[in-house]
């Protein structure tokens, strides 16, 4: 007789967790939402906003890339 779904999915569960693992949820936006692409225009929208008039994070941001020459080929 076939195992059920549910004892197929314990049987994972347990292997993983004997591997030291344990399972996480996590959520995340929802990109089916009509607000969706606006959500994400307005955020940019305030990011781009505070990284233009934070000057200190434009030094490091500059630093940070005159330090990757040779990184990628």
Request: include cysteine; proline fraction near 3%.
């Amino acid at each position: 007789m076939a195992e059920s779904v549910a004892a197929r999915v314990q049987k994972r569960r347990d292997a993983m967790r004997q591997l030291g693992l344990r399972p996480v949820q996590i959520w995340v936006p929802d990109t089916r939402r009509v607000d969706f692409a606006q959500e994400c225009k307005r955020q940019s929208e305030v990011a781009s906003r505070s990284d233009a008039s934070d000057t200190d994070l434009l030094h490091l941001m500059d630093a940070a890339l005159s330090d990757a020459d040779g990184w990628v080929e």
